[in-house]
């Protein structure tokens, strides 16, 4: 059984910091990608950041210069430093590990609130 638990979510001001974490437990083997996925209220869940086996990283333009991905290999975990925060970057946060033989998993949400 593979589960992903996220943490790190929370109340910030525009312009703060966060960490989120995502950690994976159970019987993982060869993953390919973690990503970190955002869905904003009233929004569809998009992809934000992503970071491959050989630690390739993508973003979306919209945290792009904001926004860095990191993982640990050895813990099978996926980090997402957010900073320069903005209101419309609030939104539950997912974290999802794809595995080289097609599966993919997902974490329960991680909610993020940035407001004065």
């Known amino acids: 059984q593979v589960q992903l638990v996220e943490s790190g979510g929370g109340l910030v001001q525009p312009g703060g910091s966060l960490r989120l974490s995502c950690a994976a437990s159970?019987?993982?083997?060869?993953?390919?990608?973690m990503n970190w996925h955002r869905q904003a209220p009233g929004k569809l869940r998009e992809l934000i950041a992503g970071?491959?086996?050989?630690?390739?990283?993508n973003y979306a333009d919209a945290v792009k210069g904001r926004f860095s991905i990191s993982r640990d290999g050895a813990k099978n975990a996926v980090y997402l430093q957010m900073n320069s925060l903005k209101p419309e970057d609030t939104g539950v946060y997912y974290c999802?590990?794809?595995?080289?033989?097609?599966?993919?998993?997902w974490g329960q949400g991680t909610q993020v609130t940035v407001s004065s």
């Open positions: 159970g019987m993982i083997f060869n993953i390919y990608a």
């Open positions: 970071i491959s086996r050989s630690d390739s990283t």
């Open positions: 999802q590990i794809l595995l080289t033989n097609g599966a993919t998993y």
